[in-house]
C-alpha cells in the first residue's frame, strides 16, 4: 500500500519551514545550538520563481506534482550519484556527529553536476531503512548568496556547482532548528534499528521528474562520540579560585617565616652582646676595692651565691 502525501511529513513538524518559506543568508559555525544571526531579516535570500528563468532546462520525463513516495526497494534501487565529505566512515557506516564541532569541514553533498547545469534540482533527504516514505527537513545550506526555494521538506535551486555546504547543527531567530536532525527521532519509523539517511536529489520541472532521482550513500545521525574516542588534546586549564587562594596564602606564610628568620637572628646577635658584656662586668666587679660597689654589681648580676632550695628535715 502507498503511502499517502501525509506520510512524507518530518515527524517534528514544528522544525520545518511552510513551502514558501526562504533560507536564511548567514554563516554558522555548525556547533552552537544558538546561532546567532546578525542581520535583520533583509538579509534572506530571495525566493527564486520556478521555471521563470529563461536559462531554464527543459527536463523530459514522468513528473509528479507532489513529493514522491518511496517504498523500501524503490529507495534502495536508486542510482548512486551524490557522494557525502566530512562524515565519517565507521564499521556501521557513515556517521554523522551533529553535536561536534565542524571545524570548517562542514557536511557537503557533491556530484550534482551530474545534471544538466541550469537544471532545477529539489534536493531533499529521506529515511532510507523504512516501510514508510519519512522526509527530514534539508538544513539551511551554508552559503551567502545562495538563491533557492523551500518546497515541501527540501529546496529547488539551479545547479550551478557540483556541491553544497549544510550546516551542521544551529538554530533561528524562533527557535527553531535549522541543522540536522538527530536520528533517535526518527525510531519509530525504522523498525527497531538505527536510523539511516540519504539525500535524494530529483530534477524539478513544474514538479518532480522522478525517473531521474538520484541519491547519496546512507548514513546515520549521532550525537557525539564519548571523549575516549576524540582525540585528545592537551589542554591549560585555570585553576579553581580555591588552588588560587591557598598558593597566595602559602607565598605569604613563606614571606612572614623569612622575616621572623631575620628577626631571630638579629634577637641573638644582641643577646650574645649582652651575655660578653656581663661577664666581662662581672670579672671587672671582683677587684673592685669598694666594698659596696662590689655588692651591688654581684647583686645585680647575681652573681652572689645562690640560695639553696630549703629541704625538710624530719
Not at 169 to 196: I, V
Amino acid at each position: 500500500m502507498m503511502p499517502t502525501p501525509s506520510d512524507m511529513t518530518s515527524p517534528h513538524p514544528e522544525t520545518g519551514t511552510p513551502s514558501n518559506g526562504l533560507l536564511g543568508d548567514y554563516e554558522s559555525d555548525g556547533w552552537d545550538d544558538s546561532d546567532d544571526e546578525d542581520m535583520d531579516g533583509a538579509h534572506d535570500q530571495s525566493m527564486v520563481p520556478q521555471d521563470t528563468s529563461p536559462a531554464a532546462v527543459v527536463v523530459t520525463g514522468v513528473v509528479v506534482t507532489s513529493q514522491p513516495n518511496w517504498t523500501m526497494q524503490e529507495r534502495q534501487d536508486l542510482p548512486v550519484g551524490l557522494t557525502l565529505e566530512n562524515f565519517l566512515m565507521e564499521d556501521s557506516g557513515l556517521t554523522l556527529y551533529r553535536c561536534e564541532a565542524a571545524k570548517k569541514k562542514n557536511p557537503t553533498v557533491s556530484g550534482l553536476q551530474s545534471f544538466v547545469n541550469g537544471t532545477k534540482v529539489h534536493l531533499s533527504i529521506c529515511l532510507f531503512n523504512s516501510d514508510e516514505t519519512v522526509y527530514m527537513r534539508c538544513p539551511d545550506v551554508k552559503k551567502k548568496k545562495f538563491e533557492c526555494q523551500r518546497v515541501d521538506s527540501g529546496i529547488v535551486f539551479d545547479i550551478t556547482d557540483n556541491e553544497l555546504r549544510f550546516k551542521k547543527k544551529c538554530q533561528n531567530k524562533t527557535g527553531n532548528h535549522t541543522g540536522f536532525e538527530l536520528g533517535r527521532e526518527y525510531e519509530s519509523y525504522s523498525n527497531g534499528t538505527t536510523p539511516q539517511f540519504v539525500f535524494v536529489a530529483v530534477p524539478y520541472s513544474s514538479g518532480y521528474v522522478k525517473n531521474l532521482a538520484i541519491r547519496s550513500p546512507p548514513f546515520r545521525i549521532l550525537s557525539k562520540r564519548q571523549e575516549r574516542f576524540l582525540d585528545s588534546k592537551t589542554k591549560r586549564h585555570k585553576k579553581a579560585p580555591e588552588i588560587e587562594k591557598l598558593d597566595t596564602d602559602i607565598h605569604n606564610a613563606k614571606s612572614t617565616f623569612n622575616m621572623l628568620g631575620e628577626d631571630i637572628r638579629h634577637e641573638t646577635f644582641v643577646n650574645k652582646s649582652m651575655k660578653t658584656f656581663f661577664n666581662q662586668l662581672a670579672q671587672f666587679a671582683e677587684h673592685l676595692q669598694n666594698p659596696t660597689a662590689k655588692i651591688a654589681i654581684q647583686f645585680a648580676l647575681r652573681r652572689g651565691q645562690q640560695k639553696e632550695p630549703e629541704t625538710a628535715s624530719m
